[in-house]
């Protein structure tokens, strides 16, 4: 493993030693470095904005943060402000002295230096035209962010903000072999100075689950995460909906394995309902850190499987391309959250055991089916198909809290 530096993550030092992307030193300025390390991070993944769930809530753009495994990505994701009249400015990688050092995303009134970095979505590198404080009230620029009119009203369109040119350009550094060779402007220099909040314990919460969620780490997903964007902090069940829908559709989870991933994200549900329902609608910290230790658990299953030797049977046979297309059917009821985890584990129960009917019938007549066996798997394919239709039209849906 390359040598790395950790440096005390919440503690803010003075920027005068590195001197990173032309920054001057300043004594007021103080600019938190949380790591350095001698490898720089990968490239920032393509991923589509989810809208924005609720007015007020911000833009905050994912990055590559470092811990113990290495890289792993943080989502980006919509969040509440501290206060009214804030912006963000992202946390950013700077190249210097060998190393590569990690400088913490604030709040302030201005949107400061970020190191060029193109995260888009109204962070160009430079400032954020996304959108902008109105009297209190923050209006949304919906030729660049993600925001559904239908929830969100206070919006409005500027498209001279929008390049006309495409550039590919996903470097998720500055300075160095490689890096952009942004400097920060005289006016982000002079927002340097002005009072910054540290991030909210919502973001931290949101850092602190990406580190324990292992589909997020590089050196597993080689620079292509799973869920790269939310639309608000603590949606893990929605998106462990959607990599369990994505193994299914791909063949890469059995129905076996299957059914045991969505029993137990029924299990993890029944236990945040009753939670709920005990404390008035809400849950405490302790009981957030414990639905949050299952879904890390749960997440590291789905991985595993989806990365073992097991894969769905082949569509090479009738029978086969049956078995593919009830896959598919519920696959695309766990994405759209029109099945429930525990309807889609009783309907992956039906799938395993039709499959292993299935694998008996074969291995007693030399890998073959007879005509009367196959109408019987027919017949109960047919019974699974009104079932999961049943199902997923019965007018209760998936809701991640």
Known sequence: MRKQTLFLALVPVMFLALGIAGVAPSASAQIAVGISVHVGPPALPVYVQPPCPTEGYLWTPGYWAYGAAGYYWVPGVWVAPPRVGLLWTPGYWGYAGGVYAFHPGYWGPHVGFYGGVNYGFGYGGSGFVGGAWHGGVFAYN???????????????????????????????????????????????????????????????????????????????????????????????????????????????????????????EAGINHEVAADRAANGGHLTGQEKAQVNAQQNHLSNSIYDDKHNAATQPGTNSEVGQRQNNQQQRIANGISSGQMTAGEAAHAEGNEQKINQQVRADRQANGGHLSQSEKKQ???????????????KHNNKTQHPK
Request: aromatic share 4%.
């Open 377 to 391: 798997v027919n017949k109960e394919q047919n019974k699974e198909s009104k079932q999961i239709y049943n199902e």
């Open 142 to 264: 919906t030729a660049v962010v993600n925001v559904n009119t239908t929830v969100v009203r206070n919006t409005y369109v500027d498209r001279t903000v929008v390049s006309n040119t495409t550039v590919v350009n996903h470097t998720s550094f500055n300075g160095g072999p490689g890096g952009i060779a942004a400097q920060p402007t005289a006016q982000e220099r002079s927002y340097a100075n002005e009072t910054h909040v540290q991030p909210t314990a919502e973001q931290t919460q949101h850092e602190t689950s990406a580190a324990a969620d292992r589909s997020n780490w590089a050196s597993e997903n080689h620079g292509r995460p799973a869920n790269p964007a939310m639309s608000h902090v603590g949606e893990r069940q929605e998106n462990q909906q959607q990599r369990i829908a994505n193994g299914v559709r791909s063949g890469q989870l059995t129905p076996g394995e299957t059914k045991n991933l969505e029993s137990r």
